[in-house]
């Protein structure tokens, strides 16, 4: 493959894809900058401009705190429901938006795990990956310590995630909760989710999934995979802006038997009784704690308008599109130089990123951004491309990787 055959066949793939018109509904999306990023921070949507305006003069300003009663004490279950809908496969009634993704994670993992040990006091394991992200593993090494349970790990390729031979072998009699990333923010490596999810419950586990990287870009099927937990961002493939806060399902069948540890006024049977204790609401509300952040809320819908627009099935179909012709770039030029894939090949196994490995690429993460090509890095060597499908264009994705090839050659000579 020629490089020019290369150029042609972006525009070739840009010219035929679907969901093309997205991309001018971002921000920024006109310059020449190139962002592989989208899955870590996405880009505003155009429409958030003004929704954000909008609220502050409008509905902040002029409502001011008959907001509250009109329509914000709602916000976290209808924009829950609305994710439920259109990007995790959840009927309506276990998804709500909370705080932070580290609050929601420790908030649940803990209920789960002092449900389980209650019911059998053999379960004080809690089985988490060494390759998940490091909020769940330092959350999943103080829960069990405060709870007087223990950690049981499991070892991963760095270049791949957790399999089902991994799983199984990890998971007994005295397993609690099991805790997996379904695409590995590292390698960008998809779980077997329905698989693992079985395997946690024929072992009586119970397992929360973490959809931070997923969530928005690889369909998920929370209810028919029967996900027992889950958390994800929002500020990542959902574009909710810098902070925005997380969303949590919890499965129907779980919702009265768990507590969760922080037990503010907001999760309470009856909000503005303000009685002398606390009694955990009915259904998702009790999962809450303090005031709804309804400001970091306010992007996101607009993000859930386009997913339901241009449907979860088919922005999969572009994502995996794209990590193909960024593996195909990268294999005829990057490998020259001493760059390797360090993502699963099979786009089966592969979420919305892929990481690219050189000795060089701190650095050469460094010269990227000091020249608008901004990806980021990951010890270690690792590059991480990610190719957010509604806003990331086949012409952007090679442009960028062309940086990345003379940024390695500059930085390797
Ligand atoms: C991004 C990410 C988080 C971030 O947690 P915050 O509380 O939002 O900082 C957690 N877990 C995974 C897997 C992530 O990718």
Redesign the pocket.
């Known amino acids: 493959m020629t490089t020019t055959d290369t150029d042609a066949e972006a525009k070739a793939l840009d010219a035929a894809d679907p969901l093309r018109g997205f991309r001018d509904r971002f921000v920024g999306a006109e310059s020449s900058l190139v962002y592989f990023d989208g899955n870590s921070l996405g880009r505003p949507p155009r429409a958030s401009v003004d929704r954000l305006a909008a609220f502050v003069t409008d509905a902040w300003g002029g409502r001011l705190i008959r907001g509250w009663d009109e329509s914000w004490m709602d916000l976290p279950f209808a924009i829950g429901d609305e994710i439920g809908r259109t990007a995790i496969g959840a009927a309506s009634g276990q998804t709500v938006i909370g705080d932070?993704?580290?609050?929601l994670l420790y908030k649940l993992i803990r209920a789960a795990f002092d449900a389980q040990h209650a019911a059998d006091p053999e379960r004080v394991e809690i089985v988490v990956d060494r390759d998940?992200?490091p909020?769940?593993r330092y959350l999943v090494d103080g829960i069990a310590r405060e709870r007087g349970g223990s950690v049981r790990w499991i070892d991963v390729d760095l270049t791949a995630g957790v399999t089902a031979e991994a799983l199984e072998a990890a998971v007994g009699p005295r397993t609690a909760v099991v805790v997996l990333?379904h695409v590995a923010?590292r390698s960008g490596f998809l779980a077997d989710a329905p698989a693992l999810t079985r395997i946690a419950h024929d072992a009586g586990a119970l397992i929360l999934w973490?959809l931070?990287?997923s969530a928005g870009s690889v369909p998920v099927e929370a209810d028919a995979w029967e996900f027992d937990l889950a958390v994800g961002?929002t500020y990542?493939y959902l574009n909710g802006g810098p902070g925005s806060p997380?969303f949590a399902y919890v499965a129907t069948r779980h919702q009265r038997a768990l507590a969760q540890p922080i037990q503010g006024w907001m999760g309470s049977a009856d909000v503005f009784a303000m009685g002398p204790d606390y009694r955990p609401a009915d259904g998702m509300r009790r999962f809450l704690s303090g005031t709804p952040p309804i400001v970091g809320m306010l992007a996101m819908q607009d993000t859930l308008a386009m997913i339901a627009d241009a449907g979860i099935d088919a922005i999969r179909v572009k994502s995996i599109a794209l990590t193909e012709f960024a593996v195909r770039v990268a294999d005829a030029e990057l490998t020259p130089l001493g760059v390797s894939v360090a993502s699963p090949r099979d786009s089966a196994w592969r979420g919305g990123h892929v990481t690219l490995s050189h000795p060089a690429m701190r650095e050469v993460t460094a010269r990227l951004w000091s020249g608008d090509v901004i990806p980021d890095y990951r010890d270690p060597g690792g590059l991480r491309i990610g190719l957010s499908p509604l806003s990331t264009s086949f012409g952007e994705t090679l442009a960028g990787l062309r940086s990345v090839r003379d940024a390695v050659a500059a930085l390797a000579r």
């Open positions: 932070s993704t580290t609050v998940n992200f909020t769940d990333s923010y973490d931070c990287h961002c990542k997380a």
